[in-house]
C-alpha cells in the first residue's frame, strides 16, 4: 500500500502530466508522424539520387526535401523525440533533450 501511495506521488512530482494532459498524447501522434514523413521522404531521395547508382557515380541530392532541409534524417528524429517528450515529459528527458540537440546540430555540422 505504502509504495502504491509513493508510486503515485513520485510519478505526478517527477512527470509534467498534470500540466500538459493528454493533449501531450496528440501531440505525439502529430509529431511522430510528421516526423516519420521527413525521414522517408529524405531515404527515398537520397536512395534515388546517390544509393541506387554505382560506386562514384552518385550525385550531390539537392533535390526533393533536401531542397529545404539538408538533414532530413536527423529532422525527423528530432521531431519524434519532442514528440515524445510531449507525451511522456520526465524531467531527466527535458534536460537530455537539449544535449540530444546540440549533439546533432554539431553532428550535423561535420558533415
Same mark, same amino acid.
Given at each position: 500500500? #505504502? =509504495?502504491?501511495?509513493?508510486? @503515485?506521488? %513520485? %510519478?505526478? %512530482?517527477?512527470?509534467? =502530466?498534470? *500540466?500538459? $494532459? &493528454?493533449?501531450?498524447? *496528440?501531440?505525439?501522434?502529430?509529431? =511522430? !508522424?510528421?516526423? $516519420?514523413?521527413?525521414? !522517408?521522404? $529524405?531515404?527515398?531521395?537520397? *536512395?534515388?539520387?546517390?544509393?541506387? &547508382?554505382?560506386?562514384?557515380?552518385?550525385? +550531390?541530392?539537392?533535390?526533393?526535401? *533536401?531542397?529545404?532541409?539538408?538533414?532530413?534524417?536527423?529532422?525527423? %528524429?528530432? #521531431?519524434?523525440? #519532442?514528440?515524445?517528450?510531449?507525451?511522456?515529459?520526465?524531467?531527466?528527458? #527535458?534536460?537530455?533533450?537539449?544535449? +540530444? @540537440? @546540440?549533439?546533432? +546540430?554539431? +553532428?550535423?555540422?561535420?558533415?
Amino acid at each position: 500500500m #505504502l =509504495n502504491d501511495i509513493f508510486g @503515485v506521488i %513520485f %510519478f505526478n %512530482f517527477i512527470t509534467l =502530466n498534470a *500540466y500538459i $494532459g &493528454h493533449s501531450g498524447m *496528440y501531440i505525439c501522434i502529430v509529431l =511522430n !508522424i510528421i516526423g $516519420g514523413i521527413v525521414i !522517408i521522404l $529524405g531515404w527515398k531521395q537520397i *536512395y534515388q539520387d546517390y544509393w541506387r &547508382h554505382n560506386e562514384g557515380q552518385g550525385k +550531390l541530392v539537392t533535390g526533393g526535401i *533536401y531542397k529545404y532541409i539538408r538533414h532530413p534524417q536527423y529532422t525527423g %528524429f528530432l #521531431l519524434m523525440t #519532442l514528440g515524445m517528450l510531449f507525451e511522456w515529459a520526465t524531467l531527466p528527458l #527535458l534536460i537530455m533533450y537539449p544535449i +540530444l @540537440v @546540440v549533439l546533432y +546540430l554539431r +553532428l550535423a555540422k561535420k558533415e
